[in-house]
């Protein structure tokens, strides 16, 4: 089947710290992957994806590289502010198949200033 | 701009009652519409997918009967909590496809008294 596991949290940060939040995946097919990023009291909102290995998605300081061999897919902000503070929701989506996501049970970051 | 536009962002309903929650796509048809639920602490799973003029697919252990999906139009889907309990209290959000990427509505916030 196709799962998503993500790096459990919360996590807590200083501002400029560097961030990492880990995702791995399980999938047949070959999924396209997702990071979300879900702000306090607002709905999800795509943060970046990429869509075959190696790719590289990047958003707002944030990168993933779709990594086939180790099935990851790693989230990195290499000087995170507070207002990345946020649940961030990994998820895959096979694209032949239903095209539904499958979510991991997402990280909860907070970053104190 | 928005995508995806979800009503109610908020809404109260007492126990025993229905309550509608509707999601348009914006400036674009969608044939085929997702259904979320988060409760809290947890992640997203799909309840069911939304296809326009014909039944929606429930995912296994979603109530299809009390959870009414309606696809009438290529640019709304609506699910209907009926007879609703507390124990319904949570985040609904619908999401639509566009190109490679799922776009998520807004949520609906529901709270069963």
């Known amino acids: 089947g196709n799962s998503v596991t993500q790096m459990e949290g919360p996590v807590t940060l200083s501002e400029e710290a560097f961030l990492t939040i880990n995702c791995t995946y399980t999938?047949?097919?070959?999924?396209?992957l997702f990071w979300y990023v879900q702000y306090p009291g607002e709905g999800l909102q795509l943060l970046l994806k990429a869509t075959k290995a190696d790719d590289k998605g990047s958003n707002k300081g944030f990168e993933a590289t779709y990594r086939k061999e180790t099935t990851s897919f790693h989230l990195e902000k290499g000087s995170v502010q507070v207002s990345d503070s946020a649940v961030y929701f990994c998820?895959?989506?096979?694209?032949?198949?239903?095209?539904?996501?499958?979510f991991g049970q997402g990280t909860r970051l907070t970053i104190n200033p | 701009g928005a995508v995806v536009s979800q009503h109610p962002s908020w809404v109260i309903c007492k126990s025993g009652t229905s309550v509608k929650i509707e999601c348009r796509s914006l400036d674009f048809q969608a044939t085929t519409m997702f259904w979320y639920r988060q409760f809290p602490k947890q992640s997203l799973m799909l309840m069911a997918t939304s296809n326009e003029g014909s039944k929606a697919t429930y995912e296994q252990g979603v109530e299809k009967d009390k959870f009414l999906i309606n696809h009438a139009s290529l640019t709304l889907s609506t699910l209907t909590v009926t007879s609703a309990h507390p124990e319904d209290s949570s985040f609904y959000i619908c999401?639509?496809?566009?190109?490679?990427?799922?776009?998520f509505g807004e949520g609906s916030w529901l709270t069963v008294v």
């Open positions: 999938a047949t097919g070959y999924p396209s």
């Open positions: 998820a895959l989506s096979i694209l032949q198949g239903a095209q539904k996501l499958v």
């Open positions: 999401s639509v496809k566009l190109g490679n990427t799922i776009y």
